[in-house]
């Protein structure tokens, strides 16, 4: 018997292969630990897999995949999510052996929540203000907001005009 | 540290966050589970596509909606479809075979080619175990092979971006509008259904959704706010398959079709003043439409929103709610 519907978990994977490493990145400024952040990337795409939404392009489901993902991890954390907070002293390194890249890391992690996927998709995967207001669904202010609120946590020296 | 150099670092600790071969081993095992406990609960298969209704055009006299819309909304404008009325038509092309420059596309939507012409995934959904009751004569197995990059030498009959499966007519419905795969695996039914909505001429909601049969076979009826569909909440709400539906269902059948464009698109897309409704048929189908505020209808990813008279919608529209 031939199968008629594994091309669906085929194309789920393909879109998986597409997208993973972004949604856990995010996951993981959100969440600090990598078996978490798997988690809410699994649980990403199994929104996606029973929600098939419907996308006019590819940025379109990104941008759906990245809001869920933040949504969601965003839930996760205002549940006290596991009755705990992000600890990192003692705790695996986040991504690599390098202290400096590690301090960093964890410098955006001591961020507040609603300011951390701001950060996150401006310096990172390099959207716009106006693209990160429609991802996740608040105004270019908030974003500016929350980027500039972001910066002075982060103690950023700006460079030239104030990103539009 | 000034804003480069963050960025820069930033950037650079953050590439270290990769997902691994297991991470991607256990969600694909978590993926097929999921798949086939669906199955199991009997949850529809969601399905993208573009459908039409075939139904007549005649049941939406002003009468009609007055008395659905009830002494409780004397204020809310009586719904004037015109039976036969005509509009400029849409012409929606036979689909132009994918190449590399819109590939991204034709790989996140499902498709097969059966006589000559491109079927892709229905946004009319069908549950597994109601699909052999829908199943009718076979017509083929697909090949697979198609891909993102193929080009069009390689659109052959039943070629298809699916894998292998067998490909039957759907009872109730015409061959040259739909098509459906279905397989049994341990005696799961999987089944999907596809549409061909290129290559035709709409000159009223009824030549596209007429061909879904949806005039006087909803059997029941749901609906969700764009924020809860947004977020893949699935927060579905019960919406009563009673004469506001209908009324709002003929409505639909005489609206005006209007072409999709960039613009439009990005001005309908830019809000978030949607509403999504779920209708399911007699036979077990369960049809997807997409509501905008301003007052305009989309099924599935076909090229074209239909226009509603602006009473009907918006008398339908309010009366779902917040």
């Known amino acids: 018997m031939q199968r008629s519907m594994p091309q669906r978990g085929d194309h789920m994977m393909k879109v998986y292969e597409t997208y993973a490493d972004t949604l856990f990145r995010i996951a993981m400024v959100h969440l600090g630990r990598r078996e978490d952040a798997e988690e809410a990337t699994q649980d990403t795409f199994i929104k996606l897999m029973e929600k098939a939404p ?4 590819a940025e379109h489901q990104k941008a759906w995949l990245i809001r869920v993902i933040t949504n969601h991890c965003k839930s996760l954390l205002g549940r006290g999510w596991r009755k705990r907070e ?79 | 540290m000034n804003e480069g ?25 978590t993926l097929n589970t999921q798949r086939h406990e669906q199955k199991r609960q009997r949850k529809p298969l969601y399905i993208a596509a573009s459908v039409v209704i075939a139904a007549s055009v005649g049941l ?27 509009f400029d038509p849409v012409v929606i092309p036979k689909t132009e075979l994918p190449d590399s420059k819109n590939g991204v596309k034709a790989d996140m939507l499902q498709l097969v080619v059966y006589q000559g012409n491109v079927y892709t995934q229905s946004a009319t959904s069908l549950d597994g175990t109601d699909a052999l009751a829908l199943r009718g004569e076979k017509l083929g197995t697909t090949t697979g092979g198609i891909h993102e990059l193929s080009d069009k030498g390689e659109y ?33 039914v999987y089944a999907q259904l596809f549409d061909q909505s290129n290559g035709i001429t709409i000159g009223s909601g009824e030549d596209l959704i007429g061909k879904l049969h949806l005039e006087g076979n909803v059997t029941s009826a749901q609906w969700e706010t764009f924020a809860s569909w947004n977020n893949g909440l699935q ?53 997807q439409l997409v509501l905008f505020g301003e007052g305009l ?26």
């Open chain 1, 54 to 57: 419907i996308f006019n392009d």
């Open chain 1, 86 to 164: 992000v600890k990192l002293e003692g705790a695996d390194p986040l991504t690599t052996d390098d202290p400096e890249d590690q301090a960093l890391i964890e410098l955006v992690l001591s961020l507040p929540v609603k300011y951390r996927s701001v950060v996150h998709l401006y310096y990172y995967e390099d959207y716009l203000i106006r693209e990160i207001g429609e991802i996740l669904q608040i105004s270019e202010s908030a974003v500016k907001m929350r980027l500039k609120r972001g910066r002075q946590l982060l103690k950023l020296e700006l460079e030239g005009e104030e990103p539009q």
């Open chain 2, 5 to 29: 150099q963050f960025k820069r670092n930033y950037k650079k600790a953050v590439d270290h966050m990769k997902t691994n071969d297991q991470m991607k081993k256990r969600i694909e095992q």
């Open chain 2, 60 to 86: 939406a006299a002003p009468s009609i909606w007055q008395q659905v819309s009830g002494p409780a909304a004397p204020a809310t404008q009586v719904a004037q479809v015109t039976p036969g009325a005509s």
């Open chain 2, 156 to 188: 052959t009959e039943l070629a298809s971006n699916i894998g292998e499966a067998d490909i039957y007519a759907v009872n109730g419905y015409d061959t040259n509008f739909r098509i459906m795969s279905y397989t049994e695996i341990d005696g799961q």
């Open chain 2, 235 to 287: 927060q579905l709400q019960p919406l009563a398959a009673d004469k506001s539906l209908n009324s709002f269902i003929s409505a639909l059948y005489a609206a005006k079709p209007i072409a999709t464009s960039p613009e439009l698109e990005e001005r309908l897309y830019g809000q978030e003043n949607r509403k999504i409704i779920y209708l399911t048929l007699e036979d077990k189908t369960q049809v």
């Open chain 2, 297 to 322: 209808v989309r099924y599935g990813n076909v090229p074209v929103f239909f226009e509603i008279e602006k009473g009907a919608f918006q008398a339908f529209w309010n009366s779902l709610g917040e």
